[in-house]
């Protein structure tokens, strides 16, 4: 008698290690689905801008015909050019007393602001200190060019009410250079304030009870408490200032056009007229990569002086 060998089902044994392992590419693949427009705008708008820059720097290209083998001809020829010359010294100079101006009024204000004063009007300077930031460098410089006319700028208008004559505020080379460097500042001060601000609040009030025991108020405590203590933050706030400066192309550019004659005229205004007025990318790209050589080379210099007044707790 022939017995039935009934067939049983087979059942799929599942281990935990193959779970983890499933979950884990399936979190891989979500992920990228979510990285995916970020790589890819990064890719487009960033990485490849930089590369073609960088290539096109060793090319003569004004558009219109195509590009033409230069080598290293267009380093040669910014070396040689004064104007160039004096928009880099004008932007070193620039960024020296804009960044110590900057960081002075920043750090001064922090301490009177994170000093005794009630946490409502705290953070109602905060707010007002911040506020210029929000506000485009254009339309900033738009408003001041207005009230500091000579002509018939508001601040010459009160002046003349006392008897003062006008003064040439964006007409005279010393006079633009101050007001490109008060306006910038004026803007941007606000953003290392609040850098300025969260360092002070992590200094513990132990420290300051203590040394006013030991008989240290006022000056002693800022230069021998805060001043040591909040310089990690300083150290940040002096890198980024000084990048942002290197870079300043808006005031000069609608205060002044860079004038008069060139006083005013930055890197960064050099780029732009050769790219976009004289039609020579190839320049402008050589200029660029000289300046983010320029930047890259302050930064590191940045970094290794701070190991000399930069104290970590």
């Given at each position: 008698?022939?017995?039935?060998?009934?067939?049983?089902?087979?059942?799929?044994?599942?281990?935990?290690?193959?779970?983890?392992?499933?979950?884990?590419?399936?979190?891989?693949?979500?992920?990228?689905?979510?990285?995916?427009?970020?790589?890819?705008g990064i890719g487009l708008f960033t990485v490849l801008p930089i590369i073609a820059s960088f290539v096109l720097a060793f090319f003569r290209w004004d558009v219109i015909s195509a590009p033409e083998w230069a080598g290293l001809d267009n380093f040669a020829d910014i070396g040689g050019d004064p104007t160039v010359r004096v928009a880099f010294l004008n932007t070193i100079g620039f960024v020296v007393?804009?960044?110590?101006?900057?960081?002075?009024?920043?750090?001064?204000l922090a301490v009177l602001v994170q000093g005794k004063l009630p946490g409502w009007l705290r953070s109602f300077f905060r707010s007002v200190f911040f506020f210029p930031l929000i506000l485009?460098?254009?339309?900033?410089?738009?408003?001041?060019?207005?009230?500091?006319?000579?002509?018939?700028?508001?601040?010459?208008?009160?002046?003349?009410?006392?008897?003062?004559?006008?003064?040439?505020?964006?007409?005279?080379?010393?006079?633009?250079?101050?007001?490109?460097?008060?306006?910038?500042?004026?803007?941007?001060?606000?953003?290392?304030?609040?850098?300025?601000?969260g360092g002070l609040a992590s200094?513990?009030?132990?420290?300051?009870?203590a040394s006013a025991i030991d008989g240290a108020t006022g000056w002693r405590q800022f230069w021998k408490i805060t001043l040591p203590l909040v310089s990690p933050t300083l150290l940040v706030a002096s890198v980024m200032a000084i990048i942002a400066a290197l870079?300043?192309?808006?005031?000069?550019?609608?205060?002044?056009?860079?004038?008069?004659?060139?006083?005013?005229?930055?890197?960064?205004?050099?780029?732009?007229?050769?790219?976009?007025?004289?039609?020579?990318f190839g320049r402008a790209s050589a200029i660029g990569i000289v300046l983010t050589v320029l930047i890259m080379l302050v930064t590191a210099l940045q970094f290794r002086l701070s190991r000399r007044f930069v104290f970590y707790s």
């Open positions: 008698m022939a017995t039935a060998t009934a067939s049983r089902p087979t059942t799929r044994v599942t281990t935990p290690t193959s779970t983890t392992a499933e979950r884990a590419r399936s979190r891989t693949r979500f992920a990228a689905v979510f990285l995916a427009p970020t790589v890819i007393a804009a960044v110590a101006l900057q960081l002075g009024i920043a750090l001064g485009s460098a254009s339309s900033v410089s738009i408003m001041m060019s207005y009230l500091f006319n000579q002509n018939f700028g508001l601040v010459n208008h009160l002046l003349g009410k006392l008897g003062v004559p006008a003064v040439p505020w964006l007409t005279s080379e010393t006079g633009a250079a101050v007001m490109v460097v008060l306006v910038y500042v004026w803007q941007n001060f606000g953003f290392s304030f609040l850098l300025f601000l200094i513990p009030k132990e420290v300051y009870e870079q300043i192309f808006d005031q000069p550019y609608v205060l002044t056009r860079g004038g008069p004659g060139d006083s005013t005229r930055t890197a960064v205004m050099v780029i732009y007229e050769s790219a976009f007025q004289q039609l020579q």
